[in-house]
């Protein structure tokens, strides 16, 4: 489906797609679909062969044009992994890229600290190699007993293999036997006096037991599964993926995506996507019965995939897949509670900001702050804040050209009589509040322009900060005096949010501006050399001295002619003051002066560096 535009819309399959489309322009729909059909000017289809094809062909079409309208697996390479690496000396990785080079993975793991806790357990309990390149003498890990030491030693291949198994065996879910070899290490230990030993081993026997302890299900055979769940509400849908390895739960994983068309066709277009691009697979998949096309879906995932998917209809699996989605259920119940309260939170902040200001309900907020470091580079930033909610859509970067030094009242009334000389001829919205970050002295510079200039009547408030940089108290008024507002209230922390949004904001565009007049040099001044000539020399010789060093003929093949390189050469040999002499190094062969210093700087909105 695309628009006016041509835009990709929404991809989707169907046997039919006579009534496939159909559905989409009859019935009742909720408002996020409408929207949908309202955009909707032209369709494209592709025949395939089959619903395996068709299946391939939609998660490639979706991957590739990331349609807004679907559902899109966004973090599908994020999930960490253990992997034994195939080298003659393996070790162990935590890894989130999973790649054909015949390694061993397992996993995925619910987070990364659950993968790191296991590996650290298992380089206790098997020495394979730890370093990444191979050093020339033995390091701490070998005197510690967690490596065998091998860039200095023989190392059997057998005792590779042998570590290599058990270390499959555990990751496998087979903690039980391990935890048998370890009591018995431990008794051996016991009786030949070694107590440091055997309570090292008895406190890995107890993080394993802890380990088995939190398996909530567990089955009778040893068969890793991926067991899916979904709930859907209000536009939204939470699919659970449960983590079934060696025959026990290990962890989960909870996706909140929006969706726009069939709740069934999306659930099912996720669980297609999940595993399109991920080799490691477990040897089946639980699905949920989603209705008319699910078992075409598990099919085609069957026959793709190569691994058993099953839509259970009773016993352990169902219930299996009945935990998945009352799990499902409860994450999104819960993910619209904590959208009610932000909401609440965020409306009761705006009421009480405008309650204590009396200005009544400030539904747009706009905040203004200056940047520079000693009057060099200054830049202003705008954020905007629609019912107490960032609009990032509506930010904006102004470069100060009249301020001259560091003159944040200059600054201020330039930016201002920028922007709202704009929203004024383009008919824009106004705010309803205007926040500068700053004293009396930058809120009269904001007051003048708007009244004295444009004829606005915006009331104009300044944020002042405390000798720790933070949000101290708000200025409003004529002439500006503070309102009370409690540190602990939510109209206060509206102010904070608003006050490090536009510090985060004007800073960052300062740093880029920064950097980019840093790199200013010598050559700038040259008649012939501009942007481009000057990166390209820069990335052939490295350095201004390696190009003052250089002879014309190496110049030729940048495509610069003999007289324009011994312009560059006349100009790099010459002194400040006009002369020039083999003494001139010092000064062409490093950034001007200022800049230099500026480089080490961290630059702060009031020019105080830190």
């Given amino acids: 489906m695309k628009n006016a535009e041509g835009d990709i819309l929404y991809v989707g399959k169907a046997k039919s797609l006579k009534n496939r489309v159909r559905s989409y322009f009859t019935g009742s729909h909720d408002l996020k679909t409408q929207k949908l059909v309202s955009e909707i000017r032209d369709f494209e289809y592709i025949v395939t062969k089959n619903n395996v094809e068709a299946l391939i062909l939609e998660c490639n079409l979706i991957k590739q044009y990331r349609p807004r309208y679907n559902v899109l697996l966004r973090d599908d390479k994020s999930f960490p992994y253990i992997k034994i690496t195939n080298e003659k000396h393996p070790r162990l990785e935590v890894t989130r890229r999973v790649v054909r080079d015949r390694g061993k993975y397992f996993g995925p793991y619910p987070n990364a600290y659950a993968a790191h806790d296991a590996k650290k357990l298992l380089d206790r309990l098997y020495p394979l190699r730890k370093c990444k390149t191979m050093p020339k003498r033995v390091c701490l890990y070998y005197h510690i007993g967690q490596c065998l030491g091998p860039c200095e030693y023989e190392v059997d291949p057998a005792e590779y293999e042998r570590m290599i198994r058990d270390i ?99 659930f099912l277009s996720f ?21 008319p096309g699910t078992e075409d879906v598990r099919d085609a995932l069957e026959r793709w995939l190569g691994v058993d998917v099953r839509v259970p209809k009773r016993g352990t699996r169902k219930d299996m897949v009945h935990l998945a989605m009352e799990n499902a259920k409860t994450a999104l119940e819960e993910r619209f509670r904590l959208m009610e309260r932000d909401a609440e939170r965020t409306v009761r902040a705006v009421a009480q900001l405008g309650e204590a200001t009396g200005l009544g309900y400030l539904r747009r907020i706009e905040a203004f ?75 009269a510079a904001a007051v003048d322009v708007l009244e004295n200039e ?9 944020l002042v900060k405390d000798e720790r940089h933070r949000t101290s108290q708000l200025l409003l008024g004529d002439p500006p005096e503070p309102i009370p507002i409690a540190r602990d209230s939510h109209a206060f922390f509206l102010l904070q949010r608003i006050q490090e949004e536009v510090h985060r904001f004007a800073l960052q565009f300062h740093r880029k501006t920064r950097a980019k007049s840093m790199i200013a ?90």
């Fill in 271 to 291: 669980v297609s996507q999940y595993y399109s691009d991920n080799p490691v697979r477990p040897k089946e998949i639980l699905l949920p019965d989603a209705g």
């Fill in 369 to 443: 702050d200056n940047s520079h470091l000693y009057g060099t580079d200054p830049v202003s930033a705008l954020v905007v804040f629609i019912d107490g909610k960032p609009e990032k859509k509506e930010y904006r970067k102004f470069k100060i050209k009249s301020a001259r030094g560091p003159d944040d009242y200059e600054a201020m009334r330039e930016v201002v009589r920028r922007r709202y000389e704009r929203v004024l001829k383009e008919g824009g919205e106004l705010p309803d509040l205007i926040v500068v970050d700053g004293g009396k002295g930058q809120i």
């Fill in 168 to 266: 499959s065996r555990f990751l496998g879910g087979d903690y039980e036997g391990v935890k048998k070899d370890l009591i018995k290490k431990m008794e051996e230990a016991a009786e030949e006096l070694k107590f440091e030993r055997a309570k090292e081993l008895r406190d890995l026997i107890r993080h394993i037991e802890m380990i088995m302890e939190k398996q909530a299900i567990s089955t009778g055979d040893a068969v890793d599964r991926d067991i899916f769940g979904w709930a859907s509400d209000k536009g939204w849908m939470c699919i659970q993926i449960l983590y079934m390895r060696g025959g026990r739960i290990v962890g989960s994983r909870t996706a909140h995506v929006p969706h726009y068309g069939d709740e069934r066709e999306d």
């Fill in 521 to 610: 040099s010598r050559l700038d001044d040259i008649p012939g050399v501009g942007e481009k000539r000057r990166r390209l020399l820069f990335q052939h010789f490295g350095s201004i001295e390696n190009i003052k060093n250089a002879s014309v003929e190496e110049f030729r093949s940048l495509g610069i002619g003999d007289k324009l390189a011994r312009r560059i050469l006349a100009a790099l040999t010459e002194k400040p003051d006009g002369s020039g002499d083999e003494g001139a190094n010092a000064d062409v062969n490093r950034l001007p002066q200022e800049q230099a210093q500026q480089a080490s700087v961290y630059a702060t909105d009031d020019a105080t560096p830190s």
């Fill in 454 to 462: 444009l004829g606005l009547a915006i009331p104009v408030c300044g």
